[in-house]
């Protein structure tokens, strides 16, 4: 045959697998506001960089007549190009065929791809749209997940692993986003969960939409299974785009860097914190009064709001951000903010990205809900993914830094490299009220005047403890600095500890309070 028939016969192949399930389908998925999987990913990749591979992959099950049916691609595209010049695997799952569900071949696909990503040390973007194991496939699409589940934890901590969820993720297929770095999820797309309402109705006689179950906003409020929330498919990858200019391709290289230019003006750092230390404000104007173009971008904004935790950049190079807010239940720590906060630190000693942590918290939250539900073992990973990290890590307590809290945000006693504090800080086992009233109990109730004596002995503990001294006193902090000379400090924090090398004895890996 000539070869110019054999490259039509190419075309006429080519063309049929990339209909995947067919118009009907297509109109279907498009009619739900979603897009197809290679529209997808070429959205989401540089043009006209992507490579795909298998196209011509088929499913070879043969039970419940699936001899018979054709499955493009087996309902899912792979392959590999660039975002902003860096290199990418990517896998979309194609819900026009047979539901994206997932079967061998299919999972083999994943595999794949999974397998370049760690050989090649460049980041995995899973895009997730599916009815989870394919049904007519049985025990072979359980061995799918779990091979996919394997490579996902040792790939983990290697190179970044993203997955986006623009449709159904359900049954087991919500464990792979689960064990990944980043999930990033859309409002009215997104759905996530174990049992669908249909089970639950069943099994429970429980009514409950898919929507309540396991929604977008379901996972970024509430059980904080996603990272990132935007309203449209568009807005979800600018938001990935954006995460990929911030982190490493992998553990054994830093983050890009880029020009360095000075904090936006209006955020003035002298002005954020009021002088009243019982008022609130927004810790993340201080977070922008530092950073580079005061370009800050959050991560989980919408749950366990309580803490504040994302990327900056200082001098150019990428930054964690952990910073306790106080506009939210006073910046406390506790079960789902302690649980928000040692993740990130880790993710950031994972990738080579320095830690900046900002403390203003009156402590761990107090409370039988909280003790019930385990705040001992979720605020002490905090304790564990300080104490671990060996990324450069500094510091800077503004205003409270109480207790358990003083400790665990990033202390020198967990091996912070710089602690800064403000001349507002105040350093002290507990709050001013409730220490003087423990421990001049007999004082205040034997006075003729006790809430006279209790103002009074307040006073007296607030002189004593409730500022930077003490602690600077004893060297716990280098340095008690002006709020104005804070960027120019940590800049040459940063700057001075880029060649930071800590050796930790030999294990084979410790036991986080998981
Ligand atoms: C095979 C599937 C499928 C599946 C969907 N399809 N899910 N085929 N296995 N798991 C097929 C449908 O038969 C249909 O085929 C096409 O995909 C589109 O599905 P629809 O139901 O028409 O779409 P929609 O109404 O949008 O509903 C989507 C859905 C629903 C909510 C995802 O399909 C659904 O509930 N599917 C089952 C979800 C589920 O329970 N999965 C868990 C499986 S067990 P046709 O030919 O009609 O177009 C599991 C355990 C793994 O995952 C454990 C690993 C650790």
Known sequence: MPLEKKIRELQEKRDKVLLGGGE???????????????????????????????????????????????????????????????????????????GGSLGLMHSRKITKIMDHALKMKIPLIGINDSGGARIQEGVNSLAGYGEI?????????????????????????????????????????????????????????????????????V???????????AATEEECFEQIKRLITFIPWNNSRKARSFEPGEPDPQYNIDKIVPDNPTLPYDVRDVIRAIIDRSDFFEIMEHYAKNMVIGFGRMG??????VANQPLEMAGVLDVDSSDKAARFIRYCDSFNIPIISLVDLPGYLPGVDQEHAGVIRHGAKVLYAYSEATVPKLTVILRKAYGGGYIAMGSRHLRADFVFAWPTAEIAVMGPEGAANIIFRKEIMSSDDPDGMRKQKVEEYKAKFANPYVAASRGYIDAVIVPGETRRLLLHGIEISENKDVVMPNKKHGLPPF
């Open 24 to 98: 009907q389908a297509i109109e279907k998925q498009k009619a739900l506001g979603k897009r197809t999987a290679r529209e997808r990913i070429m959205a989401l990749l540089d043009h006209n960089t992507f490579s795909e591979y298998d196209l011509f992959v088929e499913h070879d099950a043969r039970d419940f007549d699936m001899d018979k049916k054709s499955l493009p691609s087996d309902g899912v595209v792979i392959g590999t190009g660039t975002i902003y010049g860096a290199p990418i695997a990517v896998y979309a799952q194609d819900f026009t065929v047979a």
């Open 149 to 217: 589940f394997f490579r996902n934890t040792i790939s983990s901590g290697v190179i970044p692993q993203i997955s986006v969820i623009l449709g159904p993720c359900a049954g087991g297929a919500v464990y792979s986003p689960a064990l990944t770095d980043f999930v990033f999820v859309v409002d009215n797309i997104s759905k996530m969960f174990i049992t669908g309402p249909e089970v639950i109705k069943t099994v429970l006689g429980e009514e409950i939409s898919m929507e309540d179950l396991g929604g977008a906003r």
């Open 219 to 229: 996972h970024s409020e509430i059980t904080g299974n996603a990272h990132f929330f």
């Open 316 to 321: 150019g190079r990428t930054t964690g951000f």
